[in-house]
């Protein structure tokens, strides 16, 4: 049993939705910036570049349009914040080494609802047992955004989400969250099945993410020769299958729609090979290593998944 | 049918056996030394490095004992070669722009036997189709060897030579050619299955020699890890599997073998991965490529092969 801290839990009517964003890297930071511009009162935890961001706030040069995002409050630590808020915004990486529950914890009040904005699968679990009376939202997120250096992001294409309740589901507090995005022109769309579309979402990362890593590649090199396209396909079909043994059926033409898609991309890193080149610790357990294990667990056969598993973790054990 | 060109043919009984080295590289040169040794008259042929070898010879440092290799001919070209050898021996790389045929039949006379001193499977197709009336004898080299400059060769480890006809069998010029070997301390087995013997030295080479470009590790590094031990047992398997099925049973212990051999062995960097480093083209084809075309045409799944040969073959065609 989760005991609350004693903190102002009431948050009058009026007053703005408060918003704790936690993992202000671009992901949280450009999230965050769109729910401030809503109207929301958003507050940032920002540790490495906390005093340039307490002091200048976040400059955004976006394809929307460049702005200036000055967050209500910048904190150093959650535990340094004074109310429980209406939803805390998680954009932390999905690592064994980060112990979210934990991080979050001071501020998570009777009413706060936890936002969950992060890649992978089975992410959502541990929180949701340590925090079983609150309310968990899921979200994935389609962008490319980078923080270029502390206290700026670039934002270069896309910026949709997708939301829904964790495990299934929607709710008053999906809705409201995702009026706020939309109201800040960032389409969000709410979905009651958000675990299927974290599945759909890995389709694309589980193959793209290890190849561009181990082979140092973007995705018009890897698209660029059939039989390199030919594995990628072959791996998202172990995905799907993985998906289905867990009852998420993916539609029949997930694969077709998604080797087109990345066929007609500009040039593009995947995040985790920006990750590698900036010697920054890579989701694979959350890409990668959670889809073996369920995939082990209910018989499915993925040899090209725990191959190219197995030889990222092997990399990145070892590099420089 | 080749024409044979207008030279010398007659070797005098007690002419010292005439040996042709193409390829004058660090296997090349170590075993071209050893034959000379024995009393063999042997000629290289040395393109980039021709003026100092032709000057100084070749300096050998061996764990045997350091010495000097001093050719009896060194030539540009194989067409300068004043006679049709007993023996071209062949330690060129495997790759498929390397038109290996064309390149020695200048000095492919009736009573040649060529031998091909090389890494891979189904290397000797080409060869044996041309020459169908010369003796093609196929040899596997286990020997850590480097040619650190030109008119250098460092031996660090090893040195033995399984040899055989190909297809398979033995002759008076295997028994020959072993002798000479033999003779120079230089350890030779004479095998009836020399293709048998190519297989089982591909276990080793399919997953170590791929894994350690992939992932940039050495032996001790892969080997460090359980999980990665396991992927290299099914590789293995799979190898086994493509071998089986093109008549080649392999014992049942040798993979356990050539795993326990590995966790032994000092660290160890792959050939391959010192051509990758050296920027150096990889022989992707003969130690991958063919076996997934053997395969294919025998209907056994191999999907980690297909995934690192993909991968491989993507990191090379972008690297810088």
Known sequence: MVKYMV??????TNNPVRILVVGCGAVGGFYGSRLAKAGAEVTTVNRSDYDIVAKNGIKIDSIDGNYHFKPHGVIQEVANYKYFPDYILVALKSLPQLDIASIIAPAVGPNTTIFLLQNGIDIEKNIAVKFFNNEIISGLA????NRTKPGKIIHLCHGKLVVGTYPKGNSSAVLKLAELFNKS?????ISDSIITERWRKLIWNAPFNPISVLTQTDTQQIMAQP???ALVRSIMEEVCAVAASVGHILPSDV??????DTEIMRPYKTSMLL??????PLEVEAILGNIIKTANKNG???PRLETIYEMLKLLVRNRA
Chains 1, 2 share one sequence.
């Open 275 to 280: 990750d590698y080149e900036g010697n920054r």
């Open 185 to 189: 022109n960032t389409p969000c769309r």
């Open 227 to 229: 039989g390199t396209v």
């Open 255 to 260: 694969i077709d729609k998604n080797i087109a």
């Open 142 to 145: 389609f962008i490319c955004v």
């Open 7 to 12: 903190k102002d839990t009431v948050n009058i």
């Open 300 to 302: 499915v056969l993925v």
